[in-house]
Structure formats: C-alpha cells, structure tokens
C-alpha cells in the first residue's frame, strides 16, 4: 500500500520527453553507420562513386526498413500515452527495457545489412524487432489492465484496437523468422509492409467513439 501511495500521480511528461529523444537518436544512427560516411574514399572517380553506391543497396534496403520500424513503434508509444494519463514505476520500468531494444535497432540493422547473405544477422534483426514489440505490448496491457492508469471511463474497444495495433510488428517478426529460414534476404523484406498493415487495419476497424470516450487523452 505504501509504495502505492509513493508511485501515485507520477506524470508522463518526462518518460516522453525521454522516449522522444531516444527514437531521435536511434533514427539518426541507421543513417551513419553507413560505411560510406565512415571511411570516405578521397579521389574516387565518378564510376567508381556509382560502384560504391550500388553496394551500398543491402544498407539502404535496411535503413529504409529500420526507419519505418522506428517510426512505427513511435506511433504507437505515442498513441498509448495519448491515453495514458500517469505512470507508476512498474510502467516506468517496462518504458525503458523497451526503449533499450529500441536503441539496439540501428546495431541489428547494420549487422543485417552488412552480413545480408547470413541467417544470424537476419535473425539478430527480426529477434530484436519482435522482443521490442512485445515490450510495448506488454506496456499497454499493464497500463490499460482494469483502467489502471488511463481514465476510468475509456472505451474497451479502443483498447483492443490498439492491442491488436501493437501486436502487427511481432507477428510480422514471426513470420520474418519463418521466412528467413528458407530466404534469408526475404525475411527482413517482409517489415516494408507494416505501414500498409497499420493502414489497412486502422480502415478496417474504424472506432466509433461517444463524445466520452473522446474526452479521455493522457496527461502530461
């Protein structure tokens, strides 16, 4: 009951301000690990520029998908403290061991780029993605577990559709991992498609919501 009492009324604003800044960083990462930016080569010729470039393929490819991830999983973090309106240090715990395989990201990427022929790289990949989408998974059931730190009143329907919103990264992992099996440059290929599943799931389960469930935001 005590440490109830210590954790009650705990404020979002500074988790966010943190969280935000670690999806910053970790979005800037993806793009200098680029070997190119590392170890610039002085005198190249202009053909020698277009070889190095294409080589450069595997690395954009996975650039492109790092930074799609990143923006998905922020969304989301961003939605869920839409609704969230305070924290308690259980929250404020599992925000961190998410936010620490968010900063992993650029590392699995580049691995995944640079070793695209192996299994292991895609896997380190596809694993990372997959623990850190369901850290915030769990994120939102803890907070939203019997209203415990959203409003009392805010509609069940909106936590399930933001439930199975959080769950489309992991199973996009599982079936990245399955693929990779068999293709291992296809498995990493499959998380260009979160956006259009986001998209597609968003249209097709559009809430209907009462004036009071709009009046339900997080705090800060």
């Known amino acids: 009951m005590a440490n109830e009492h210590l954790n009650a009324g705990l404020k979002t604003s500074r988790i966010e301000a943190l969280s935000d800044g670690i999806f910053a960083v970790a979005m800037t990462f993806l793009i200098i690990s680029f070997d190119i930016l590392l170890s610039p080569k002085k005198g190249i010729s202009e053909k020698g520029l277009i ?49 620490m395989f968010i900063v992993l990201i650029p590392f699995s990427t580049c691995v995944a780029g640079d070793y695209s022929d192996t299994r292991v790289a895609a896997w380190l990949l596809e694993t990372n993605l997959l623990i850190a989408g369901l850290v915030f998974y769990l994120h939102w059931l803890y907070a939203t577990a019997g209203r415990r730190l959203v409003a009392p009143n805010l509609d069940h329907r909106i936590i399930v559709f933001y ?26 290929v499959l998380y260009l498609m979160v956006p259009f599943i986001l998209i597609f799931y968003t249209i097709t389960r559009t809430l209907h919501r009462t004036p009071s469930d709009s009046a339900t935001p997080g705090g800060g």
């Open 163 to 188: 439930a199975h919103r959080n769950l489309i990264v992991p199973l996009v992992s599982v079936a990245a991992l399955i693929v990779s099996w068999f293709q291992v440059r296809w498995g990493p």
């Open 51 to 99: 070889v190095a470039l294409q080589a450069l393929w595997p690395d954009l490819l996975h650039y492109v998908e790092g930074f799609i991830i990143l923006g998905a999983f922020w969304m989301e973090h961003h939605y869920q403290f839409h609704f969230i309106q305070r924290t308690d240090s259980t929250l404020l715990f599992i925000n961190i061991i998410g936010l």
